[in-house]
């Protein structure tokens, strides 16, 4: 008697295992985003969750959580349950830059989460102020070697992908600049226009209103092949600087733990949304470019993101609390 209940029992949880799985999301889903709402971060968030709710049949609400970096919003959903109805926008900044220049950081990129996708990888531009003189990269360095330190390079911040990849430059071109961080990219691109800096690493869709309408010459940018959003500029490898890389990118990650059905719904249900052409042309407007992958390559991904950062923030001698 008591093995036949056993039996029963069993049969019961190994039948309500799949249905579990299937119903969900029962419920809306919340996507916490490390960035204040208008900035590209935002806008892929909100373009994207608008798809995906359709296919999952419930709304995803995009809660913004900026400060530190990302690390505000890294560590809310770290600590979150697992169970699919909290899931964050990772960035290079959250999964890639905080692991080194924060010495104290409250969550771990890897052990914490379970990667679902990565969403899209939006290149950095570098960009100067229409008084320099440089009309390519090579030019700018002879410029910038020519005037001593006398150049100064803004970024958006301290540790952002902006400044680390300012700093990859003066590496590799055996430069000798002022870095001058501001809080956000606005200030620093009005500053860079107004002539009180000279260059700066920022992200397209920030630029592109400035390149459009002269008032900021571009160079290159730093992704591995030409952005569509600005076909015509070279890469900074094809400007003479092989192996250069330093992009921002966006991607999906859930708490450690998140059954893997639900992740793979997920996944599923994320790709999907990247097929969509609409959503594919909204997200290029923004200067980023689609890329879907599976959990296991966004895992790897995430490792080599980190390793390549580290060796940026080291050179930079940034560091954070």
């Not at 560590?75 to 890639?96: D, F």
């Not at 531009?125 to 030019?139: F, H, P, S």
């Not at 160079?219 to 921002?248: K, N, W, Y």
């Not at 992740?263 to 042309?281: G, I, M, T, W, Y």
């Given at each position: 008697m008591i093995q036949a209940a056993c039996g029963a029992a069993l049969a019961t949880l190994v039948c309500a295992a799949p249905a579990s799985a299937q119903s969900f999301p029962q419920r809306p889903i919340t996507l916490v985003?490390?960035?204040?709402?208008?900035?590209?971060?935002?806008?892929?968030?909100?373009?994207?969750?608008?798809?995906?709710?359709?296919?999952?049949?419930?709304?995803?609400?995009?809660?913004?959580?900026?400060?530190?970096?990302?690390s505000i919003a890294a560590k809310t959903v770290a600590t979150a349950e697992p169970n699919g109805y909290?899931?964050?926008?990772?960035?290079?900044?959250?999964h890639g830059i905080n692991p080194a220049l924060y010495k104290n950081l409250q969550y771990d990129a890897v052990k914490d989460f379970t990667p679902v996708t990565l969403l899209a990888t939006v290149p950095n531009v570098l960009v100067v102020n229409k008084q320099v003189k440089a009309t390519n990269v090579q030019e700018l360095i002879a410029e910038i070697k020519?005037?001593?330190?006398?150049?100064?390079?803004?970024?958006?911040?301290?540790g952002t992908p902006g400044h680390l990849a300012g700093e990859m430059f003066k590496q590799r071109a055996g430069l000798d600049?002022?870095?001058?961080?501001?809080?956000?990219?606005s200030p620093a691109l009005?500053?860079?226009?107004?002539g009180q800096v000279q260059f700066l690493f920022t992200?397209?869709?920030?630029?592109?209103?400035?390149?459009?309408?002269?008032?900021?010459r571009a160079l290159a940018v730093t992704s591995p092949?030409?952005?569509?959003?600005?076909?015509?500029?070279?890469?900074?490898?094809?400007?003479?600087?092989?192996?250069?890389?330093?992009?921002?990118?966006?991607?999906i990650v859930a708490p450690a733990g998140t059954p893997a059905a639900t992740v793979?719904?997920?996944?599923?249900?994320?790709?999907?949304?990247?097929?969509?052409?609409?959503?594919?042309?909204?997200?290029?407007?923004?200067?980023?470019?689609?890329?879907?992958?599976?959990?296991?390559?966004?895992?790897?991904?995430?490792?080599?993101?980190?390793?390549?950062?580290?060796?940026?923030v080291k050179a930079s001698g940034a560091s954070a609390n």
């Amino acid at each position: 008697m008591i093995q036949a209940a056993c039996g029963a029992a069993l049969a019961t949880l190994v039948c309500a295992a799949p249905a579990s799985a299937q119903s969900f999301p029962q419920r809306p889903i919340t996507l916490v985003v490390p960035h204040s709402a208008g900035g590209t971060s935002d806008i892929l968030a909100r373009t994207v969750a608008s798809e995906v709710s359709k296919s999952l049949g419930q709304n995803i609400i995009v809660d913004n959580k900026g400060g530190a970096n990302g690390s505000i919003a890294a560590k809310t959903v770290a600590t979150a349950e697992p169970n699919g109805y909290t899931l964050l926008l990772a960035t290079a900044s959250t999964h890639g830059i905080n692991p080194a220049l924060y010495k104290n950081l409250q969550y771990d990129a890897v052990k914490d989460f379970t990667p679902v996708t990565l969403l899209a990888t939006v290149p950095n531009v570098l960009v100067v102020n229409k008084q320099v003189k440089a009309t390519n990269v090579q030019e700018l360095i002879a410029e910038i070697k020519a005037n001593g330190n006398a150049f100064n390079m803004a970024s958006a911040g301290a540790g952002t992908p902006g400044h680390l990849a300012g700093e990859m430059f003066k590496q590799r071109a055996g430069l000798d600049f002022v870095h001058v961080p501001y809080k956000g990219g606005s200030p620093a691109l009005a500053d860079l226009i107004g002539g009180q800096v000279q260059f700066l690493f920022t992200t397209i869709p920030g630029a592109m209103p400035h390149i459009k309408a002269d008032t900021l010459r571009a160079l290159a940018v730093t992704s591995p092949r030409r952005s569509p959003a600005l076909p015509d500029l070279p890469t900074m490898a094809e400007s003479g600087l092989p192996g250069f890389q330093a992009i921002s990118w966006h991607g999906i990650v859930a708490p450690a733990g998140t059954p893997a059905a639900t992740v793979d719904l997920l996944n599923q249900a994320f790709a999907k949304a990247l097929a969509s052409p609409e959503v594919r042309q909204r997200l290029m407007e923004e200067g980023a470019e689609a890329a879907n992958l599976g959990k296991d390559e966004f895992g790897a991904f995430i490792q080599s993101e980190i390793a390549a950062w580290a060796e940026a923030v080291k050179a930079s001698g940034a560091s954070a609390n």
